[in-house]
Structure formats: C-alpha cells, structure tokens
C-alpha cells in the first residue's frame, strides 16, 4: 500500500493544464501515481470537492533569521507555501565575521523591519562562513523547505569592513574575494546572490545598505563566481533612479549577460512616477525574446503598510506626545488617546519630527483607507481618509486618529505604497498577462509590525480566481511550476509521478482571508503580524502532512534545499 492516497479531487497539476478529477498516492515522500479509482493507501485524505495542487514556491522571502530559531515558519507555511526562497534584498546573516554580528542585525533591522532585541536573542552565530550558516540551518527540522541566497551585504561587510559601511567602492583585491566567497557558498547549496541598490533600504540609524553603490564592475566580478560554478541566479532591488531607468536595467542586463545565469528583480508601480514599470516591462521582455534570462518580480496586490496601535507604525508615531505614551499597553494608549487633552496635544504636534520610519513623511492621507473585516486590500478612492475628511469637514489627522481609537484599538488603517497609483490593481493585472514576470514580493518573515503580505499566495487565489475569475489553473501555474523554475528548483512544483510530494488540497468555496492580528511569539516576546486563512484542508510536504484545516500537525519533513542546477 502507498503512505498516502488523496481521493476523489480535481487535480490541478501546475502546469497549466486544464483540471481533472483524479486521485493522487504518494510512497516515501514521492508522487507515485495519479489516476482515478488508485488502490487504497495507509493513509487517506478524501478531496471531495476539493482543489488538489502542487505546494506553493515563494521565491521572496526573508526566514534568514526565523529559519534558524523557529521550525514553523508562518506565515508562509499556513498559506499553501511549501517552498520559501530567502536571503533576498541583499541582506541576511552570513557569512559574518565576529564582531561585525550587530552590523548585520542592524541592517535586517532597518530593511526588513525584524527587531534588533528579537534577532540577538534569537541568534546565536555559531557559524562564520557561508556553509557554516548553511550546516545550522540543515541541522534544524521544520514544517516547510528553505533556500538560501548570498546576501551582498554580508559578503561586502565580510571582506571590506567599515570601508563596506561607507559606501566605498571595492577594489580588485576586494572583488576577488566577494567573487571567491560567493562561489563557495553557491558550491556549498546556495541558490545564488542578492543586492540591493535602493535608498530605501537603511538602517533605523538612516545608513544606507553597504550595496547601494557598489560599481557594475564589482557586479560582474561576482556574477563571474555563479559563471564559475555554473549554477544559481541573482536577485536585485533597485530604484531604477540613476541616471534612468533604462540606463540601470542595461547594467543588470550586461551584468546577466556576462555571468550567463538568470536574474530577477522586483518591479511595482511606483506613486511618483506612475509608468515606470511599463517602462522596465518592456525592458524584461526585450531581453527575454533575446534570449537573455531577466525577469521581473511583482505582487499581485498593492504593497501596503498596517498602521495601527498595535503596530510599530501609525501616522502620529513621530509626535513628541504619542512618544510618550507609546510605551504603555494597548488599552492604557487607547484611554490615554481619549482623553481631550492628549488628543488636542497630539494633533497639534509636528507628527514626523520623532519618527524613525523614513517614509512616514511620503505617506499621503488620500492613501490611507480603513481596513476592515474582512480586509480590504482594494478599496475605493472615496473611502481614504483624505475624501473621508473632505466629506465631513474635518482635518484628515482628526479622522486618522478616531480611525486607530475603533475597536478598542484593534484596528488598522491600511496605507497602499506601491502597486495602487490610480487607485486600481491594473498594474497587476497587466503583469499577470505577461508570461515573462513572475508573482511574488511577499516579504514572508519581515517586517513583522507593519507588513503582512506573506498571504500573497492566498489573496492570489481569492481575489484574481474568487473575485476576478482568471483561470484558477493559470493561478496555480504561476506560483507552483512557474516559480520553482525560476529558482531552479526542478523536483517540485508540478504534481507528476517521480516528483516531490508537495501538495496543497483546497476548499475553493471557503477560501478566504482573516483578517491580520499581533502575537508575541517572537524570541523574547517580541511581536509580529500574523494573518491566517481559510480553506486550506491540508498541506502535505515530503509526503506528510503538516497542516490540516489550518493547525499544525506536528510533522516537521522541512529541509534545507541546496542547489544542485
């Protein structure tokens, strides 16, 4: 008998293809067959009415730290993910030399929004090189699979120290040894590289990432190391600023070009200069039918902030007399809040003058929106708080601040930074006709007080299938087959005998998501967003089931994943 038999599901097998009843066994952790009427297993799961697909791949993500003291890693694993790709951004913890531990703490910090006190507790830094970070993580079982990429960050701190942290450019003898490392660590089961050449990624102390300016020349030296080693891809961020777009994806492109492995890089519609996606789309898809491997990374929804009491952000967490009170307990600041006094004080304040948020002060109140139950991440241009004060005669700081009061402080207010210029997702949708961009962007692991988009996958699903009727099948496709090929990843991904057995079994009915609260879960009690969802009647890694209607089971089949192509 099989381990596992899933029975009487429509099989939805990743490529594409149009879904089928079918049931599917599973022997030793491998697909074995998929058919109707397969004999009876050790264990059954009856799919009746039920979706059953690959696990999801999410090649954008940031477990770099969680991965090492956490073998649950929610989000990701309670959306359908069975694959996390991380060390994205640039940024991650290795390779590290003693004594420069705070330097990368502090950046993860500042980037990815992941507390200082949470990383230093929750990190030990038995490790130094590369492969030694790649050993304690293998070492470790947990609820999904993980891959690493070499973050620049590190590498560039590694072998160029305060010289890093300045911004210096690298020298040959510098570019040598970056080169060097990353080839070890792709030989050693890295996925590949990553930087970040955006001015938003700083430290809460305001220093840039030690990336930012590195020179193409010392790109290309390190792309030559993925050359060298024939296998992995790159990752980029950048802000397309300098001197133009076009200018700065030629650099990526020689760079990919000159190394021969793949890249790809995050692309959203940005609120000031609203069409240069369209710009950088074409770019992609000039390369592509070139033969040259780059493809864009975007999310199939506006990348919003969650402000809120709750949160570590809100529009008055820079106020001199929000500061003060900020401290207290989430009832203790609502009653606070009330009070006449405090609030005048409050609104009167200069509400950026403290704040350690670098884009407090770019947020406009036509942008925020109440969030509601359940979440609305596409809410119409009428109800942001800006035509909300307008209607009602009132400052917009005044309806921001009764909006956090609702709900005895639960609630958020939910700020769209990118992805929602004109107050529609048809950036997205365009991005989603394109069979050269890839979904994702969905931060899993980061910026645990005031980002919650590691439910991308679901809200995939939910809005552009549920709400929007794209076919569920090319759904599917884009974020199982599409994504683990991308990575490289070419035993998952597809629902095929003799591949891996990843699988999600879904009530498309009740698919839906919850509406995102705190925990304190982190080491220390340090705390984090966490959004759930519905309708996930299993998920299965390896062959054995790790989630069932949304619990955790127990079973840890999770390992790390070291690249191989």
Known sequence: MDDLVIRGGTVIDGSGAPARPADVSIKDGVIRAIGEDLPRGTREIDATGRLVTPGFVDIHTHYDGQAVWDSHLAPSAIHGVTTAVMGNCGVGFAPVRPGTEDK??????????????????????????????????????????????????????????????????????????????????????????????????????????????????????????LRAVGRGFMEFVSDFNQPDPAT????????????????????????????????LLALSNKAASEGVRIRPVFPPRPIGILMGLLGSQNPFSGAPSYKAIAHLPVDQRVAAMRDPETRARILAEDRFAGSNFPLLGRLSFDRMFPFGDPPDYTPPQESSIGAQAAREGR?????????????????????????????????????????????????????????????????????????????VEELIRRQTSDTARAAGLHDRGLLKPGLRADINVIDWEALALDRPGMRYDLPGGGRRLMQTARGYDATIVGGAVTYRHGEATGALPGKLVRCSA
């Not at 994806?249 to 240069?276: K, N």
């Not at 609630?411 to 069979?435: G, K, Q, W």
């Open 248 to 279: 700065e994806f030629g650099l990526i492109r020689r760079v990919v070009e000159r190394s021969g492995r793949p890249a790809v890089f995050s692309l959203t519609q940005r609120h000031d200069r609203t069409e240069v996606w369209k710009e």
């Open 104 to 225: 990368l703490i502090e950046l993860m910090e500042g980037v990815e929004d992941i507390p200082a006190p949470v990383l230093a507790q929750g990190l030990d830094f038995k490790w130094e090189s590369f492969a030694e970070y790649l050993a304690v993580l293998d070492a470790k079982p947990r609820d999904i699979d993980i891959c690493a990429l070499v973050p620049h960050a590190a590498v560039r701190v590694y072998v160029m120290g305060e010289r890093a942290l300045a911004l210096e450019s690298a020298n040959q003898g510098d570019i040598a040894e970056m080169r060097r490392l990353v080839a070890e660590a792709v030989e050693a089961g890295a996925f590949g590289f990553s930087t970040s050449r955006t001015i938003s990624h700083k430290t809460l102390k305001g220093d840039f990432t030690p990336t930012l300016r590195a020179q193409e020349e010392e790109l290309s030296g390190i792309a030559d190391g």
């Open 395 to 471: 400052r917009a700081e005044e309806v921001a601040y009764d909006m956090l009061l609702a709900d005895e402080g639960q609630s958020f207010i939910f700020c769209a930074l990118t992805n929602y210029a004109d107050y529609t997702v048809d950036a997205s949708a365009e991005l989603l006709r394109h069979p050269n961009t890839i979904v994702g962007l969905s931060d899993g692991g980061a910026h645990v007080g005031f980002i919650s988009d590691g439910s991308f996958p679901s809200f995939l699903l939910t809005y552009w299938g549920k709400q929007r009727g794209l076919p």
